[in-house]
């Protein structure tokens, strides 16, 4: 049980630590919430929860059906394609952005992350790695100093992260993809640009590639609904 603090931002609290277990994958895609269940988990009121919900249906994270109440949000292989292309568009305006604003800070900064995913893996910490693999690519957006263009990413970003850490999940693909994110690191410090943005254009494409076979292989076992359980929470 985690009970929150007491304070004058409950509703903060609840959407963080809902938000944080969706990521994480401690709910599953389309699992039932209850609020119910999460208010006494969380050890408030009903009323920050359900606030709660809403701040995190506007973020992506929750679908909310009347009269049938909240649910993780869920994705079948259409929609993980259309999410990544939108992600592909963003990602590569957000990369050339920074490279005109800043790109000794990016060349920095993805070195920095870059060194800490490689601790992650030869650690074995999975989750971490996923985590700095996320914030590899907020760096961009940080960096392009356009309010807008975050904001439009922000729509999507959680939604990419909670993939990031269901679908990729075999050791080898952390691999594959920690090649891609040294050499794109090499790439900006050694000044090669034209070809960091393109092997970030590959890069979220073999991503895409690798989310749309889980998904797939989700939805051809029939494990993608998972709105008739009556699971709400997870303890």
Do not use: C
């Not at 920095?108 to 992650?120: F, L």
């Amino acid at each position: 049980m985690s009970t929150l603090d007491r304070g004058p931002s409950l509703t903060d609290q609840a959407v963080q630590q809902i938000r944080d277990r969706i990521v994480r994958g401690e709910f599953q895609l389309g699992e039932p919430l209850s609020e119910i269940a999460l208010a006494t988990e969380l050890g408030v009121s009903k009323t920050p929860v359900r606030e709660a919900l809403m701040v995190l249906k506007r973020q992506g994270l929750i679908e909310v059906h009347p009269q049938r109440g909240s649910f993780v949000f869920d994705m079948d292989a259409k929609q993980v394609r259309k999410l990544s292309e939108l992600r592909e568009v963003l990602e590569l305006a957000a990369m050339r952005m920074a490279l005109a604003n800043d790109r000794q800070a990016l060349a920095r900064q993805w070195t920095d992350v870059v060194g800490k995913m490689r601790k992650a893996l030869d650690a074995d910490d999975a989750e971490l790695y996923r985590t700095l693999d996320g914030g590899f690519h907020m760096v961009l957006f940080e960096l392009a100093d356009n309010a807008y263009l975050l904001e439009a990413y922000e729509l999507i970003a959680f939604r990419v992260q909670a993939l990031r850490n269901r679908l990729s999940l075999a050791p080898s693909l952390n691999a594959s993809s920690f090649e891609d994110h040294l050499r794109l690191a090499e790439l900006i410090a050694g000044g090669k640009d034209g070809d960091a943005i393109d092997l970030m254009g590959r890069h979220i494409a073999t991503t895409r590639e690798h989310y749309l076979a889980a998904a797939k292989a989700r939805d051809a076992e029939g494990t993608a609904p998972t709105r008739g359980r009556r699971r709400a929470t997870r303890r």
